[in-house]
């Protein structure tokens, strides 16, 4: 699959003047829950109301979902409000129920895209259809098994694409629920920069007061839209309470946001951001060349360890200089989380080249 501007040919379809907006709660509940919602909804940036069916949860006990009983209920929320209606699928006969249904967006959960087999599964059920088809980021952050899910509904003649980020787990607690790892998303962008990305800020913050800044960071990033849980009574949600807004939050919070334009062709503007471009490309060539500086020595080093049959890794060494350099960042407005991860890739990369020197 390559990209092509007519990836996004759905979404500029629908001439918006804002992100898209996916939102409704995390699960139906009652009809009267579902409709409630939804009237609140009307008339306002939402696109497409959202209501989980079927729920996959982590540990069995919990309440999995009405069930196909709630397609019904998606069905009123159409009649009543004109809102379109989506829904997370995860097999074939839930994807026969939500076509049966008229359902107009479906999505494709964490959970299952880890697995291509139910993803194809869900590939050949949808083949050829004009719905609207989005896929979440698998559970680990692995770029090509989102990519592959992409392509196994692109390769069954599924055209109307997108992807949704909801951010990845963590054996490590964070201040998120599902860490985000903006940067797979990037790599996506950079790759198919036409295919429909958006962020679901729920699942990523797992907080409802952390939704609004997560929501700016993905504007700021260029995403094309928002899917975000919302609930007339978010505490006594039967799923997912904490990470549920209300309606006049969800307003507030689209109004609020920042809709950030993807170039300006502004003289000044353009003169300056060609300017600082330009410094910009001279300091990467020169981190390049410091770089290549760098392994020369570690190559020296990598000899005399080789000569005296002395180990590769040096631990105390290592640390000491992590220390010192996360002292020396903080110094120039470097974030500790970004000098460890730059330098442990220096590390590693030395420490490859120290053992094809030791090994020959
Ligand atoms: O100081 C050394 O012994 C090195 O080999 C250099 C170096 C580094 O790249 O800085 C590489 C490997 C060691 O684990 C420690 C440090």
Known sequence: ?????????????????????????????????VLKIAHELKGTDVNYYRAGIWKPRTRP????????????????????????????????????????????????????TVSPFIIQEIADALH?????????????????????????LYSSDIKN???????????????YRNNPEWQLAIELQNKFPDLPLI?????????RDMIFDVSQTALDLNYDGLMIETHTDPDNAWSDAAQQVTPDSLKQIMRDLKIRKETDQEADYNNKLTNCRAQIDV???????????????????????????????QSKRWNEIL???????????????FILRIFKAIHQESINHQQKIVQQ
């Open 61 to 112: 006990g919990n309440f999995e979902g009405v069930g196909a009983l709630g397609l019904k209920w998606l069905q009123k929320v159409k009649e009543e409000t004109g809102l379109k209606t989506a829904t997370e699928v995860a097999n074939k006969a839930h994807v026969e129920l939500a076509l049966e249904h008229d359902v107009d967006l479906l999505w494709i959960g964490a959970r299952s």
């Open 128 to 152: 050829g259809t004009d719905k609207i088809v989005l896929v979440k980021n698998p559970v680990n952050p692995d770029l090509s098994l989102w990519l592959g899910g992409i392509e196994r």
């Open 161 to 175: 694409l997108g992807v949704i980020h909801r951010g990845f787990s963590t054996y490590e607690k964070s201040k």
């Open 199 to 207: 962020l679901d800020p729920s699942h990523i913050t797992g907080k």
């Open 283 to 313: 300091i990467d060539n020169a981190l390049i060349e410091m770089l290549g500086k760098r392994m020369k020595v570690s190559d020296q080093i990598g000899e005399l360890k080789k000569q005296r049959n002395v180990a590769v890794l």
């Open 323 to 337: 220390g010192n350099m996360v002292l020396e960042g903080d110094q120039v407005g470097l974030s500790e989380e």
């Open 1 to 33: 699959m390559e990209n092509s501007a007519t990836l996004r040919t759905w979404l500029d379809d629908m001439n918006l003047s804002h992100p898209l907006v996916i939102a409704g709660p995390c699960s139906a509940e009652t009809e009267e829950q």
